[in-house]
T-cell receptor, first 108, second 114 residues
Framework: AQRVTQPEKLLSVFKGAPVELKCNYS??????LFWYVQYSRQRLQLLLR??SRESIKGFTADLNKGETSFHLKKPFAQEEDSAMYYC??????????FGTGTSLTVIP | DTGVSQNPRHKITKRGQNVTFRCDPI?????LYWYRQTLGQGPEFLTY????????KSRLLSDRFSAERPKGSFSTLEIQRTEQGDSAMYLC????????????FGQGTRLTVV
């Protein structure tokens, strides 16, 4: 069965500090992994996907198949990064499975 | 706004009543998903369609829930004989088929059963 675990419900960091949001998954096949973000009063939107290997808004995420992790990182947090972050896994061509989310607060 | 549209945005209903929600996906998207989200949880999968075909239903989708996408465009989610436990945010998303395609979400319909 597919499962996504985000161990931290709440995470607070100071502006300018590095931030890492953890995501671990369980899936026997080759997963598609995504990070979605929800800013206050906005809809859920894609932040980045592992296949793209790109940096979006300064965030990166590396798929580590050995550790079954897909942690989201940013070297210098900004106040506008405060939001709810969801890690999601998809079996190719099927539905998305979401973690329970991490609420990030960046303290000025 | 050419994104995914959901109506109504909010619905308050009495226990035992039936409710229906509508989702209009992005026009060229052939995949449509329904999710439910309760406080402190991530979106939980309910069901999804490819065009008009309902391909998978979660065990969360009891017999009181039914979803349709009659012409492969908009979709409706109906809950019959609502219970207080049905109170949640119901999210709709759409995507293209294919690997690594992202899902675009609507703003959701918040259901409160009193």
């Amino acid at each position: 069965a597919q499962r996504v675990t985000q161990p931290e419900k709440l995470l607070s960091v100071f502006k300018g500090a590095p931030v890492e949001l953890k995501c671990n998954y369980s899936y026997s096949g080759s997963p598609e992994l995504f990070w979605y973000v929800q800013y206050s009063r906005q809809r859920l939107q894609l932040l980045l996907r592992h296949i793209s290997r790109e940096s979006i808004k300064g965030f990166t995420a590396d798929l580590n198949k050995g550790e079954t992790s897909f942690h989201l990182k940013k070297p210098f947090a900004q106040e506008e990064d405060s939001a709810m972050y969801y890690c999601a896994l998809r079996r190719t061509g099927n539905q998305f499975y979401f973690g329970t989310g991490t609420s990030l607060t960046v303290i000025p | 706004d050419t994104g995914v549209s959901q109506n109504p945005r909010h619905k308050i209903t009495k226990r035992g009543q039936n409710v229906t929600f509508r989702c209009d996906p992005i026009s060229e998207h052939n995949r449509l998903y329904w999710y439910r989200q309760t406080l402190g949880q991530g979106p939980e999968f309910l069901t999804y369609f490819q065009n008009e075909a309902q391909l998978e239903k979660s065990r969360l989708l009891s017999d009181r829930f039914s979803a349709e996408r009659p012409k492969g465009s908009f979709s409706t989610l109906e809950i019959q004989r609502t219970e207080q436990g049905d109170s949640a945010m119901y999210l709709c998303a759409s995507s293209l088929t294919g690997a690594n395609t992202e899902a675009f979400f609507g703003q959701g319909t918040r259901l409160t059963v009193v």
